[in-house]
C-alpha cells in the first residue's frame, strides 16, 4: 500500500518523511487549510509554486526521500496542452517529481502531452474539488450509469502515461475494480474504500485541526498520540496493514 499525505510547508513535510509517509502531495487543498477560501478555485499557480519549494527544501534539509506529487491549479491547465506543459514545468522546477490534474475526458490528450515530454502525471477522478460546483456539490461520483463513463476515463488516464490515479469519493466496488484493471498506473483512494494501491488524506484532516467538518471517511490520528510524527506514523501503520480505511465504518455505499 502507498502512503499519502498532504504538506504544505519544509517542516511538516520533513516530519511526514521521517513518518514513513511515501508521497506528500502538495495540494491546492491548501487554499482551504492554510488560506481560509471557501473552495480551490481561488489558488495560483505562483502560490503552489512556493508552498512546492518549502515542500522540496524540507525534504532535501533531513535527507528524505518522499515523492512530492504538485497539484496544477484551477486555470492553470485548461486553456491548451502548451499552458498546461508551461505550468507543470514551473512546478517541477520548483521540486515537484510529479503533477496531478483533476478530470478524464478532455485532460486525455494533456497529460500524454505531458508524459511525451519527461512530466510524470498523477491523474484525478470522481469528486474533482475543482469542478465541485458543475458536479452537483460534494457528493459521491461513479453510481449507476456514470461508473462506465469514469472506468473508461480512467482507462483512456492509463492509455496517456498517468502513473497514478486519485479516486476521490468513488464507491468502493469501483475502486477496487479499476485498482486491478489499471495495472501500469496506481490508484490512491480517498474515501473510496481500502481496495485501492494507496490512500491520501489532507493532514490537516487526519490531525483533527481543519475549520470545518470532517468528511465522514477521515480518522484523526492524533487521538491518543503523543506527537504529529507518531500521529502520521499511525496513518501509515494503518494503511499498511489495510486498517484503514475501514470499509464497514467509512465505505460511501
Given amino acids: 500500500k502507498i502512503t499519502m499525505l498532504t504538506a504544505y510547508d519544509a517542516t511538516f513535510a520533513a516530519v511526514a518523511d521521517a513518518a514513513g509517509v511515501e508521497c ?36 532535501r534539509r533531513v535527507q528524505g526521500t ?16 502548451e499552458q498546461a506543459l508551461r505550468s507543470a514545468t514551473a512546478l517541477m522546477q520548483a521540486g515537484a517529481h510529479m503533477v496531478k490534474l483533476e478530470g478524464g475526458g478532455w485532460t486525455t490528450d494533456t497529460v500524454r502531452f505531458l508524459v511525451e515530454r519527461g512530466i510524470p502525471v498523477c491523474a484525478h477522478l470522481g469528486l474533482t474539488p475543482q469542478t465541485v460546483h458543475a458536479l452537483g456539490g460534494y457528493r459521491v461520483q461513479g453510481r ?24 476521490e469519493m468513488v464507491p468502493e466496488p469501483l475502486s477496487t475494480a479499476l485498482t486491478q484493471e489499471l495495472p501500469s498506473c496506481h490508484t490512491i483512494g480517498i474515501g473510496a474504500g481500502n481496495g485501492t494501491a494507496g490512500q491520501v488524506l489532507v493532514m490537516h484532516d487526519m490531525l483533527g485541526v481543519n475549520l470545518g467538518k470532517n468528511p465522514k471517511f477521515v480518522h484523526n490520528f492524533m487521538e491518543g498520540q503523543a506527537s504529529v510524527q507518531a500521529a502520521m506514523s499511525a496513518y501509515v501503520a494503518a494503511v499498511k496493514n489495510g486498517t484503514f480505511p475501514d470499509n464497514a465504518k467509512h465505505a460511501w455505499v
Avoid: N
Fill in 144 to 167: 449507476g450509469d456514470s461508473a462506465t463513463q469514469l472506468r473508461q476515463e480512467a482507462l483512456a488516464l492509463q492509455d496517456a502515461g498517468a502513473a497514478m490515479l486519485v479516486l
Fill in 24 to 59: 506528500i502531495l502538495v495540494g491546492d487543498s491548501l487554499g482551504m487549510v492554510c488560506q481560509g477560501l471557501s473552495s480551490t478555485v481561488g489558488v495560483t499557480l505562483d502560490t503552489m509554486c512556493y508552498h512546492t519549494e518549502s515542500v522540496a527544501r524540507g525534504i
Fill in 66 to 81: 518522499a515523492w512530492i506529487v504538485g497539484d496544477m491549479p484551477f486555470g492553470s491547465y485548461q486553456e491548451s496542452k
